[in-house]
């Protein structure tokens, strides 16, 4: 199983980046996906999640009201809409995945590569 992320760069405070996370390979069920990112420095923090049964995302207190995951089940992938970008959101960002395999084994998180948000004043 892979977990393949798109969409960072650099962009100046107030514009928006979308990023992208596709999960691959053997694949029997996905359970909640999410964003998390670590700052140079700092820890790795949840920005955001979704489950998948009922799709209901939450969201870190920093990002609320700006940010948006969103999930596409038939396609095997979590977005993240980032508005109102501020310099703080700059960091590496990682999407997680809960992946079962196959009928008989449990979730197992699964990591993106990360991508980089670099975000100027």
């Known amino acids: 199983v892979q977990l393949q992320a798109s969409g960072g760069g650099l962009v100046r405070a107030g514009g928006s980046l979308r990023l992208s996370c596709a999960a691959s390979?053997?694949?029997?069920?996905?359970?909640?996906m999410g964003w998390y990112r670590q700052a140079p420095g700092k820890q790795r923090e949840l920005v955001g999640d979704i489950n998948s049964s009922a799709g209901i995302p939450r969201y870190a207190d920093s990002v609320k009201g700006r940010f948006t995951i969103s999930r596409d089940n038939a396609k095997n992938t979590v977005y993240l809409q980032m508005n109102s970008l501020k310099p703080e959101d700059t960091a590496v960002y990682y999407c997680?995945?809960?992946?079962?395999?196959?009928?008989?084994?449990?979730?197992?998180?699964?990591w993106g590569q990360g991508t980089q948000v670099t975000v100027s004043s």
């Open positions: 390979g053997r694949i029997f069920s996905i359970n909640g």
């Open positions: 997680n995945a809960a992946i079962a395999r196959s009928y008989y084994s449990g979730p197992a998180d699964y």
